[in-house]
């Protein structure tokens, strides 16, 4: 394994896949420490007419199914509300 950097940051954006990832899969081979992340994009969120529309529900749900997936290999998933830019 080649490691050229001591961390690296994968931002899960619409893939939320913990296999088959490139970006996931090229950050665990090319760093020590892997950082993972995924933003609930306010800028998007409070345009929403209702607070619990259904597109919301699934990407919640598949992101608690990702987090726990990469908990379940030793690694973790911060998720944020937050101006994703």
């Known amino acids: ?12 954006r619409r893939d939320l896949r913990d296999f088959d ?4 899969y090229h950050a665990l081979k090319h760093s020590a420490k ?3 992340a995924f933003v609930f994009d306010r800028a ?7 607070r619990e529309d259904r597109r919301v529900e699934f990407i919640w749900e598949s992101v608690r199914e990702l987090k726990s997936a990469l908990q379940q290999q030793g690694g973790d998933l911060l998720i944020l509300h937050a101006i994703a830019e």
């Open 1 to 12: 394994m080649s490691q050229q950097y001591h961390h690296s940051l994968v931002w899960f």
């Open 21 to 24: 990832h490139a970006a996931l």
């Open 34 to 36: 892997v950082y993972c």
């Open 44 to 50: 998007i969120l409070d345009q929403l007419p209702h």
